[in-house]
């Protein structure tokens, strides 16, 4: 069985800046693709960043410029900086990955908990 585990969320001022972290865990033969994405209630899950694994990042429009995603392969895991936040950014953050189990030659896509991120203004 593989999971995410994410954390770093927290409350913070507008302007300040935050890292989420997120590692993977069990039997993994490869990850692909990592990426974030966050969701407010009564909204539905929005892509933030992914970045695969050789290094390729893609952003959302909305945290271009400001946000930084990057990854260890070697832990299993990835990274989101986040600075200069605004109030919209409060959202409850989840990790996503598509790992190759070493039991199986099929990808699974798999996601976090999520950790709930809150900028006052």
């Known amino acids: 069985q593989v999971q995410l585990v994410e954390s770093g969320g927290g409350l913070v001022q507008a302007g300040e800046s935050l890292r989420l972290s997120c590692a993977a865990s069990?039997?993994?033969?490869?990850?692909?693709?990592m990426g974030w994405y966050r969701q407010v209630p009564g909204k539905q899950r929005e892509f933030v960043a992914r970045?695969?694994?050789?290094?390729?990042?893609d952003y959302a429009d909305s945290v271009k410029g400001r946000f930084t995603i990057s990854r260890d392969n070697a832990k299993n895991a990835v990274y989101l900086q986040m600075n200069s936040l605004k109030p919209e950014d409060t959202a409850v953050y989840y990790c996503?990955?598509?790992?190759?189990?070493?039991?199986?030659?099929?990808?699974?896509?798999?996601w976090g908990q999520g950790t709930q991120v809150t900028v006052s203004s």
């Open positions: 996503n990955a598509d790992i190759r189990p070493k039991s199986s030659y099929r990808n699974l896509n798999v």
């Open positions: 069990g039997s993994i033969f490869s990850i692909n693709v």
């Open positions: 970045i695969i694994s050789g290094g390729s990042t």
